[in-house]
């Protein structure tokens, strides 16, 4: 996996188009797709389950990076897996046994990933760092697209890097909320490894251009 990957969030595509803008990404310069489940239980909104990420996989020629922002997500993870998930994240703050719920996902065969909410810190990974394959760090509440960005996140891309190196991980960093053309070379240059964009990938009136400005 390298660096500099940007992952489009489909929770802002048009769901009366979905496989059109999936058919867009597949052409742009986007790296992986980015699929937001939400359950209206641990965040206050529900989007979609897997009726949409079997769309998604069926038309998806790139990697898939599932965020599940659930309770009780070690319930789901063996599904969005079987149904083509290359990636499952789950927040430290919905699980209660962490660590198992990550060797679950790698032993299914998927990558696995870890996700802080925005007043979570990062010393929480401190003893599994060493088993995840990615860090998600939360850059607004999550729940809804398109919210402003939380400066603070800067401070916590450091304090993960730090983490990785100091524990020999290989995991790498995505950051995810409130990410546009403006902040995504700041976001990179601090340590970032993936940007999660939707509002600005959608929003705009050249998606695939977009995607090649957030790359720069
Ligand atoms: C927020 C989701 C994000 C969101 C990003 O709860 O996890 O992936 O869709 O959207 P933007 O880029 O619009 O902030
Ligand atoms: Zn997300």
Request: aromatic content about 6%.
């Amino acid at each position: 996996m390298k660096n500099r990957l940007i992952a489009p969030s489909l929770l802002s595509a048009d769901f009366g188009n979905l496989q059109r803008d999936i058919e867009m990404l597949n052409r742009s310069q986007a790296d992986w797709f980015h699929v937001d489940v939400m359950d209206g239980r641990f965040v206050p909104n529900i989007s979609f389950g897997f009726p949409v990420m079997k769309t998604v996989r069926e038309h998806a020629k790139k990697f898939v990076d599932v965020h599940l922002m659930i309770v009780e997500p070690e319930k789901y993870v063996e599904e969005f897996i079987n149904q083509g998930a290359d990636l499952v994240s789950v927040h430290y703050e919905a699980c209660t046994h962490l660590h198992r719920t990550i060797n679950l996902i790698q032993d299914k065969g998927a990558k696995a990933g870890v996700v802080l909410n925005p007043s979570t810190p990062v010393l929480m990974l401190e003893d599994i760092i060493s088993e995840v394959d990615l860090v998600l760090l939360m850059s607004v509440n999550p729940g809804f697209g398109g919210q402003k960005f939380i400066e603070n996140t800067y401070k916590k891309i450091s304090e993960t890097k730090d983490l990785i190196l100091s524990n020999n991980s290989t995991a790498l960093i995505q950051v995810d909320g409130g990410v546009n053309v403006d902040n995504s070379a700041k976001l990179f240059d601090a340590g970032a490894d993936v940007l999660v964009a939707g509002n600005a990938v959608f929003s705009s009136e050249n998606p695939e251009k977009t995607i090649e400005l957030l790359k720069i």
